[in-house]
């Protein structure tokens, strides 16, 4: 024996395709749809009804970045506090600071900038690699290659210029071209940097 019940699907889906259409029918249809609504507010998550943290002078002042570079074969910085550090982000140039949002950001080749808490700015160039943004104020920098940008000669690098000109201009092999292009791309990023 049939049950002469609809599901509220049989009903919402019979109305959109035209085959029924008494009112009742549709209002019942848009109730339903307001019922997923209504769940999805009450499953909000609960540090939206959290009260708003305050902080006073002294704390702020004392809020720093704990920056970590890391190489393959050296740390440049551990946990050290510092007070902004700048990214050659692929999404673009970003800054950070104390208390930024948490992310993660892929580096493209370029300068990475670090304010000290002495007021001195120290600047490296990385070849390109990973920072990690975490709540507590962490920076994390993961890098393949990187040198301090004073340890760079504008004239080395004009050389090796036009040395992957030559090679991804010329006849050679695919991957010769191909790695000479990346190599012209990063030499001049690097060249823009250097005075």
């Given at each position: 024996m049939r049950n002469n019940r609809h599901s509220d699907f049989d009903l919402c889906n019979a109305t959109s395709r035209g085959i029924i259409q008494p009112l009742h029918v549709i209002h019942h249809c848009k109730m339903s749809s307001f019922r997923f609504a209504r769940?999805?507010?009450r499953a909000r998550p609960s540090f939206l009804g959290a009260p708003v943290q305050r902080r006073g002078y002294a704390e702020a002042v004392a809020d720093k970045v704990k920056l970590s570079l890391t190489l393959p074969h050296q740390t440049i910085y551990r946990s050290t506090g510092v007070t902004q550090v700048n990214i050659p982000a692929a999404s673009g140039e970003m800054g950070v600071l104390a208390n930024h949002v948490p992310?993660?950001?892929q580096l493209k080749p370029g300068l990475v900038e670090i304010l000290e808490e002495s007021g001195a700015t120290k600047q490296?160039?990385?070849?390109g690699g990973f920072a990690v943004v975490q709540p507590d104020s962490q920076l994390s920098i993961n890098a393949v290659e990187g040198f301090a940008?004073?340890?760079f000669s504008?004239?080395?690098i004009r050389a090796q210029i036009a040395e992957a000109q030559k090679i991804s201009s010329g006849s050679g092999s695919e991957q010769d071209i191909a790695e000479a292009k990346i190599e012209l791309?990063?030499?001049?990023?690097?060249q823009a940097?250097?005075?």
């Open positions: 769940s999805a507010l992310s993660i950001e490296y160039f990385l070849s940008l004073e340890d504008a004239d080395a791309e990063v030499l001049e990023t690097l940097h250097v005075k």
